[in-house]
């Protein structure tokens, strides 16, 4: 948690006016990091709202408010824990 | 060992095939990359979110790269861990997929140890995955770490998460639903918590090789590594044995 929300405050940080103190070498370096955490969120969503997708407890929405809401937490444990296998 | 390879191909297919081998694998890549530059930046963060106020903080080091690693994979790479196994027998048994499994030509030997063996290959692919993403951006924004003394300390790593899953696993032999699988490998861990802060013992628990580890990373040696790595290793052997004894008897 500590570390995402880290990441997301630096990344805020980035895109105000406090930017020109950020190199485009940080910028590169910070890019895989932030796919992979958007890719993450995008992909438990696509998988949650197909319609043949079962989850455990049953109710999508919470689901995607886990996914959407709880970091990096949310979609590893949808991912691992929260899909009925079919 | 009747039927082992079949069944451990149809793991390593089932762990890619449901997603969990490339979800985790992309979990640990996030954390392997994350961890040096969060090390490099968090006190230009702090400075930039304090700028009102006066704060002195140390320049990162090498060593909280590593630090920084260990620490997010003892919490994360846990968590994978647990949720990993805590299915693996026990939504097997309760899916009825484990009885239509153990009519055919395998043992129940050959069942429990493709199970697990699926689960550490992708402990292991994980790691790996993690331990070259961390090396590479380690080297990037500090300096190179020493291959050996890296992949040594990434294998002292993984055996803390493999005991870790040994024991969820041993209780997803136990019952027959992964909830309650899962309960039983969060109770070891906050046990292994409180043991690792103990004094002499603390080292022969999963969080006490974290220190191990470090070591290796930053110096390619560590004194007095025997005996705690041999000692996770039992325990990982204790709770598969003791999964083998339940599991052979057990009604599916």
Redesign the interface.
């Known amino acids: 948690m500590i570390l995402l929300s880290n990441m997301r405050t630096f990344l805020l940080l980035s895109s105000l006016p406090l930017a020109s103190q950020v190199s485009t070498n940080l910028l590169l370096i910070l890019l895989p990091l932030v796919v992979i955490e958007l890719g993450l969120v995008v992909f438990s969503l696509v998988d949650l709202f197909r319609p043949e997708r079962r989850v455990i407890g049953g109710n999508k929405l919470v689901w995607a408010l886990i996914i959407v809401l709880v970091g990096t937490i949310g979609p590893i444990v949808y991912l691992l824990a929260g899909r009925k296998q079919t | 060992m009747r039927g082992f390879a079949v069944l451990l191909n149809k793991e390593i297919a089932e762990q890619w095939r449901?997603?969990?081998l490339p979800?985790?694998a992309?979990?640990f890549?996030?954390?392997g990359?994350?961890s040096p530059?969060?090390a490099k930046?968090?006190p230009?963060?702090v400075k930039?979110?304090a700028s009102t106020i006066d704060i002195h903080v140390p320049t990162p080091t090498i060593k909280d790269a590593v630090a920084e690693l260990i620490k997010?994979l003892s919490q994360?790479g846990v968590?994978?861990a647990i949720?990993?196994a805590?299915?693996s027998v026990a939504?097997e048994k309760e899916?009825g997929t484990a009885a239509f499994v153990l009519v055919k030509p395998v043992s129940r030997f050959a069942f429990l140890a493709a199970k697990f063996s699926g689960l550490a290959v992708t402990m292991a692919a994980a790691v790996l995955i993690c331990g070259l993403a961390a090396y590479l951006?380690t080297d990037?924004?500090f300096a190179p770490l020493t291959v050996v003394g890296f992949a040594a300390a990434c294998l002292v790593i993984l055996l803390g998460l493999l005991e870790i899953a040994a024991v969820t696993f041993l209780g997803s032999t136990l019952v027959r639903s992964?909830i309650p699988a899962?309960g039983i490998g969060i109770v070891a861990l906050v046990v292994a918590g409180i043991v690792s802060s103990l004094p002499n013992v603390g080292h022969f628990t999963p969080f006490g090789l974290n220190e191990l580890a470090m070591d290796l990373a930053l110096r390619q040696t560590a004194t007095g590594w025997d005996w705690p790595v041999i000692t996770n290793a039992g325990f990982v052997v204790v709770a598969l044995a003791a999964s083998w004894l339940v599991f052979r008897r057990q009604e599916i």
């Open positions: 449901t997603g969990r979800v985790v992309v979990i890549l996030l954390f990359l994350a530059v969060l930046y968090t230009d963060i930039l979110a997010n994360i968590l994978a949720l990993l805590m299915g939504g899916a951006y990037l924004l992964s899962a």
